[in-house]
Antibody, heavy 122, light 111 residues
Framework: QVQLVESGGGVVQPGGSLRLSCAAS????????MHWVRQAPGKGLEWVAF????????YYADSVKGRFTISRDNSKNTLYLQMNSLRAEDTAVYYC???????????????WGQGTMVTVSS | DIVMTQTPLSLSVTPGQPASISCKSS???????????LYWYLQKPGQSPQLLIY???NRFSGVPDRFSGSGSGTDFTLKISRVEAEDVGVYYC????????FGQGTKVEIK
């Protein structure tokens, strides 16, 4: 079945870096855009970043632009999120999510992973 | 930026009774391609969000037919015809005509 499994979360000091991974299985990973969505403790959902199925287009939320980088390795069926210059307000559960639509244009999220917790604290 | 506003923010429903959640966007979600980019998600306690409705009124695979979506332009509604205990959680509307943005969420509990 379709599955997304995130990893790489943990505790990091303000200003530090972390790289999240999302391993995909059960679908043709290279044919779908992918997203990262986060949820701060007790708060709502916030879209973070999107990458086109072939990696040629990337979009970011203003809150992370210039600090986070989304990437993918279609040969490994894996999505990444490189997070630099981390702030306390980046503390959240980070979910990877598959786009609903084949290839392009992106639309919405149909399959979500279980999430990985990132805590930014000194 | 498009702002999504949900009402109410919380809802207590008797099992078997209907429930309705409103979602209003600050700009029209109708695209020039004719589609309206409005979605509904449910996040059950301790779980990841799950897609319920896409493009205003289309139920995603496996979603019970007691869930229905309606609306156009800037005003949208999610209706549950007969609430069941498994429907508890937080419901979010989301737009994707301009990147992706969620409403604040509506917490549904059982009386």
């Amino acid at each position: 079945q379709v599955q997304l499994v995130e990893s790489g979360g943990g505790v990091v000091q303000p200003g530090g870096s972390l790289r999240l991974s999302c391993a995909a299985s059960g679908f043709t990973f290279s044919s779908y855009g992918m997203h990262w969505v986060r949820q701060a403790p007790g708060k709502g959902l916030e879209w973070v970043a999107f990458i086109r199925y072939d990696g040629s287009n990337k979009y970011y939320a203003d809150s992370v632009k210039g600090r986070f980088t989304i990437s993918r390795d279609n040969s490994k069926n894996t999505l990444y999120l490189q997070m630099n210059s981390l702030r306390a307000e980046d503390t959240a559960v980070y979910y990877c999510a598959k786009d609903l639509k084949l290839r392009w244009p992106p639309e919405a999220f149909d399959i979500w992973g279980q999430g990985t917790m990132v805590t930014v604290s000194s | 930026d498009i702002v999504m506003t949900q009402t109410p923010l919380s809802l207590s429903v008797t099992p078997g009774q209907p429930a309705s959640i409103s979602c209003k966007s600050s700009q029209s979600l109708l695209h020039s391609d004719g589609k309206t980019y409005l979605y509904w998600y449910l996040q059950k306690p301790g779980q990841s969000p799950q897609l319920l409705i896409y493009e205003v009124s289309n139920r995603f695979s496996g979603v019970p037919d007691r869930f229905s979506g309606s609306g156009s332009g800037t005003d949208f509604t999610l209706k549950i015809s007969r609430v069941e205990a498994e429907d508890v959680g937080v419901y979010y509307c989301m737009q994707s005509i301009q990147l992706w943005r969620f409403g604040q969420g509506t917490k549904v509990e059982i009386k």
